[in-house]
């Protein structure tokens, strides 16, 4: 019994003995020269409190922090948009698990919900607070810039953007276009193939017409100027027939200037050619029930379908102006 008194008195009396040891060396490290205190207290993580500041860096906010448990200052890179109050809890708790007291304080006083978005965050102080070390976070300094550069990086911004939206897109949406597109380009081939084939037949029609009547003409003008040579040399003398082949080419330009004022088109040999063929196809259609107007917007909309595939298959679509690639060869439609 006496034995364990006195093993329990020099337990007591050997604590005391090292409480105030340790009191004293505390006592003569506080009392070094300041700017050994100064060193000490910056390198410490475990410093009572300061000023914190944000800072960016490939365009995020950063925040490097000291974490009471470490000998390290941690950064952590946040998500402006994504992120939240809570996720930079979370942060820190994975790194540091002896924290057991983790808040933000507006600069009121006021305590910060952990839903809070970090884009509110970093536009404004407020105090964050890890066990019984407090933080003032600031916002980052942003340099002034002029509106004109503001204005660049909002179109370097939005350029960069679209870019991506069309790099991650553009391949389904090329390929649900091109197959809609397809599907109506066959859709207007069959319903265009019952009117192609009359207008074949029709275009054969007008074509040996149209030849027939150019050999005619050119018959005819044979035929004038053998009776005139047969006239003037052998039946009677040029100074008869003098007036007459002058009566029959001013009778010509009669003829010319009449084919002007019924049909307002200047007597053009391929002119009159063409007008005799489309003439020849409207009477030919109209007998047989062949609809020229439908003919020509089915033709209309196939070309438009046929444009717009080229555009859409073509690697620079994006750069080309509008009227790059616009067919301009419609020979085949019928006036």
């Known amino acids: 019994m006496a034995l364990g008194t006195r093993c329990l008195f020099v337990c007591s009396y050997s604590r005391r003995?090292?409480?105030?040891?340790?009191?004293?060396?505390?006592?003569?490290?506080?009392?070094?020269?300041?700017?050994?205190?100064?060193h000490c207290r910056f390198s410490s993580v475990q410093s009572g409190s300061g000023d914190i500041n944000f800072r960016y860096e490939n365009g995020l906010p950063v925040l490097s922090l000291p974490l009471p448990s470490r000998d390290e200052t941690y950064q952590f890179t946040l998500k402006p948009i994504s992120n939240t109050l809570g996720d930079l809890f979370r942060f820190v708790r994975n790194e540091d698990s002896s924290i057991e007291r983790l808040a933000a304080y507006t600069t009121d006083g006021e305590r910060l919900a952990q839903s809070t978005p970090m884009e509110h965050l970093i536009q404004s102080s407020f105090e964050l607070v890890l066990n019984d070390n407090r933080y003032m976070v600031h916002p980052a300094v942003v340099e002034s810039r002029t509106s004109s550069e503001a204005v660049s990086d909002l179109e370097k911004m939005k350029n960069g953007i679209a870019q991506l939206y069309n790099t991650l897109h553009i391949?389904?949406?090329?390929?649900?276009?091109?197959?809609v597109l397809l599907e109506r380009l066959e859709e207007l081939k069959m319903e265009i193939e019952p009117l192609e084939t009359g207008r074949m037949e029709l275009d054969r029609a007008a074509e040996k017409r149209t030849k027939f009547l150019s050999w005619f003409g050119l018959g005819l003008m044979?035929?004038?100027?053998?009776?005139?040579?047969?006239?003037?040399?052998?039946?009677?003398?040029w100074d008869i027939m003098e007036p007459i082949t002058y009566f029959v080419t001013?009778?010509?330009?009669?003829?010319?200037f009449a084919y002007y004022v019924v049909t307002r088109q200047e007597y053009n040999f391929v002119d009159v050619r063409n007008r005799e063929y489309l003439l020849t196809m409207h009477r030919g259609a109209k007998k047989r029930g062949l609809d020229i107007n439908k003919y020509n917007q089915l033709k209309e909309e196939i070309y438009q379908v046929e444009y717009d595939l080229k555009r859409l298959r073509d690697p620079l679509q994006l750069q080309l102006p509008i009227n790059a690639l616009k067919p301009q060869d419609r020979s085949e439609d019928v006036a």
Do not use: N
Request: glycine share 8%; aromatic share 16%; with cysteine.
């Open 250 to 256: 001013y009778g010509t330009s009669i003829a010319m």
């Open 17 to 38: 003995y090292f409480s105030c040891l340790r009191s004293s060396i505390l006592k003569q490290k506080i009392s070094y020269p300041s700017g050994l205190y100064v």
């Open 171 to 179: 391949d389904q949406h090329q390929m649900q276009k091109e197959k």
């Open 222 to 237: 044979g035929l004038q100027f053998g009776l005139l040579a047969r006239l003037t040399w052998w039946e009677y003398s």
